[in-house]
């Protein structure tokens, strides 16, 4: 039986979010992709504390996939180390899983 996960990647801005859910949709890694509105972000970088602000994305997708759609989403992210982290999703509507797992790629 699949699993499945929301990642999350905070971006700089509506663009990068945009290019992101594109090509990760495109190439079937993902099903859906939700952009939020900006928030304000607070972190430590290069010892100094830093307040932007950023671009929540959430890529509903397969567990399998994970690490292709960090693949994907470095060479297109404008950070050094951007934040791409998943959720597993515990729970979860069957017709909305039977639509995720059709939506998706088989994983390799």
């Not at 699993?3 to 971006?11: E, G, K, S, Y």
């Not at 594109?22 to 859906?32: K, M, S």
């Not at 729970?91 to 790629?105: F, G, M, S, V």
Request: charged content about 30%.
């Amino acid at each position: 039986m699949a699993r499945f996960i929301d990642i999350w990647i905070n971006c700089p801005d509506r663009e990068t979010a945009d290019k992101i859910a594109e090509e990760v949709i495109g190439a079937r890694l993902a099903a859906c992709a939700n952009i939020f509105a900006p928030i304000g972000s607070h972190y430590h970088w290069k010892g100094a504390v830093e307040r932007e602000e950023e671009v929540p994305l959430v890529l509903k997708t397969r567990t399998e996939h994970f690490d292709a759609v960090c693949e994907t989403v470095r060479p297109l992210h404008p950070y050094d180390v951007p934040s791409i982290v998943a959720v597993e999703i515990s729970h979860i509507d069957q017709a909305y899983a039977d639509w995720l797992r059709k939506e998706t790629r088989e994983p390799a």
